[in-house]
């Protein structure tokens, strides 16, 4: 399939200066228009709750959730541990969704939803990324996930990554959850 990008100058600057200003330091993804790799599953609220306190997120950290859907987990994040959040999905309904939850749980000051490529966002400002992808498109993203500063957490739903052992395996409502840190770098 090829890939088509076009630029919304207007609406990402639009969507910059309306991102709160914590949001706003952490870059924007670049628009594109092509099919999403996965379809959207959701995450049973078990699951994710599971996922945040394996992470054992804190009002410290960022969070970015990669293929965010509707944004469960980042407004989950917010609502319930004051956390900093931004989820990046490429399908345009799904951002709109995951905004109005947003809304609705009254968190858009802590999270913020980019319509994006998640392989080309910049994840550097993460302290916890969240995922629930395929398995091919986690070994995809490991390498970038790898270069991640050390001590970054990293949580997947159902999936885990080939060759590097989770630090934890965890069953919640007969669904797998792995996390990993990212370790020191190689010197």
Not at 35 to 47: A, G, L, M, W
Not at 55 to 69: F, H
Request: charged content about 25%; hydrophobic content about 40%.
């Amino acid at each position: 399939m090829k890939r088509r990008d076009f630029c919304l100058t207007g609406l990402a600057a639009t969507a910059a200066t309306a991102a709160p200003a914590w949001a706003q330091s952490y870059g924007t993804a670049q628009l594109v228009a092509r099919s999403p790799d996965v379809i959207f599953v959701p995450t049973p609220q078990p699951v994710v709750d599971a996922m945040l306190e394996v992470a054992k997120v804190g009002p410290n950290d960022i969070l970015y959730d990669l293929g965010s859907g509707d944004g469960r987990i980042p407004v989950t994040a917010a609502k319930r541990f004051g956390i900093r959040a931004v989820g990046v999905d490429i399908d345009p309904r799904r951002i709109e969704e995951a905004n109005a939850n947003a809304r609705r749980e009254q968190v858009t000051d802590k999270v913020r939803f980019i319509q994006g490529d998640l392989f080309e966002v910049d994840l550097s400002p993460a302290t916890v990324i969240t995922l629930y992808l395929l398995p091919s498109l986690n070994l995809k993203l490991r390498p970038k996930l790898l270069a991640l500063k050390p001590g970054t957490r990293i949580v997947s739903h159902a999936f885990d990554m080939g060759d590097w052992e989770p630090q934890e395996r965890l069953t919640v409502d007969h669904k797998q959850i792995y996390f990993w840190t990212v370790p020191p770098k190689r010197g």
